[in-house]
């Protein structure tokens, strides 16, 4: 990247827990190993029943699973929080900073309009944002 990408100067973002980035159409939340570990301490489960109720193959790579309409299976479909917010995957504790949402300003510009909290609150500088996007390729 030569200099620095467009979002230089900070992005702003306060998640509201609406749920809109967990629900809708469907996808991939990508775990590890460590993720998978941390999410079955969670729900005081073992790793081999947390991964054959939660967890599907994809490739060699493993996302968990989802409810038909696409939300995500922690999406409580009554408070659309997150049960499992205190050990969410990192894929899920750095939204909206993504290499998909950062690409450029027009995706920016599509992740706030489907993200109330993308866009307002905190200020995020460079050096923050960077950090999380690097966390795991999204």
């Known amino acids: 990247m030569a200099g620095k990408p467009w979002y230089k100067d900070g992005l702003r973002f306060e998640c509201t827990q609406c749920g809109a980035c967990c629900s809708g159409e469907p ?20 790793i081999d029943d947390f991964e054959h109720k939660f967890v599907r193959n994809v490739g060699a790579a493993k996302s968990l699973v989802e409810y038909s309409d696409g939300d995500c299976i922690f999406l409580d479909p009554d408070t659309r929080g997150c049960s499992v917010y205190e050990a ?8 909206p900073f993504w290499d998909s949402t950062l690409e450029d300003k027009a995706a920016w510009k599509e992740t706030c309009d489907v993200c109330p909290g993308s ?6 500088n460079f050096k923050q944002i960077e950090a999380r996007r690097k966390e795991k390729s999204v």
């Open 88 to 95: 969410r995957p990192i894929q899920c504790r750095t939204w």
């Open 119 to 124: 866009g307002v609150g905190k200020l995020y």
């Open 27 to 46: 996808g991939y939340v990508w775990v590890n190993d460590d993720e998978i570990a941390a999410l079955a301490t969670h729900m005081q489960m073992t």
